[in-house]
């Protein structure tokens, strides 16, 4: 009898621990900081050639999103930015928005603030900062890291130019 009502107490308790703590731990991750990685086709209007001009770029990005240890969120991004100078050797600005459509309704506006772009050994590597503006984590800090490749040869900068690439995002909305 005593072993059944000790049995009884322990299971008690453990069913108001898993009533109480897991919705609060991830009302917490999700709506704050979380990381997203994913893959983007981008487009470039013009093309970049070895002359540097006046560039727009816009990126489809699929993401998927660390919502809390073991748990994922599918998303996708839409990013536009103008560059006031770009080329196949070098982008100058890099800021923009990009809106994340979270795959349970929610989204977010970030708008990226400051960028610094290299190139190295054919790989455009971008760092970007900024902050989430609207909806889901706003007025949290972002940092978004882009390392891509083009589509394209290299020897296409010096005819057609350059009209997209294929690239790996992380987005880190920080806490």
Known sequence: MRGTAVTLGALALMGASLVWSPAGQASAGW???????GNAMARYAP????????????????????????????????FDSASALAS??????????????????????????????????????????GRVTEGRSAGHPVRRTVTALPRQLPTDCLTTGLTGADSNVQLEILP
Not at 49 to 56: D, G, M
Not at 90 to 99: I, K, L, N
Not at 103 to 124: C, F, H, K, M, P
């Open 31 to 37: 709506h704050g900081a979380f990381t997203c990685t």
């Open 47 to 78: 093309p970049l050639t070895l002359l540097p001009r006046p560039t727009r770029t816009h990126a489809d990005v699929r993401y998927t999103c660390g919502t809390s240890p073991g748990r994922t969120l599918a998303a996708t991004g839409s």
């Open 88 to 129: 196949c050797v070098s982008v100058a600005g890099g800021g923009g928005v990009e809106t994340v459509r979270y795959a349970d309704g929610g989204r977010s506006v970030i708008v990226i603030e400051n960028a610094t772009t290299a190139r190295v050994a054919g790989v455009l590597v971008v760092l970007q900062s």
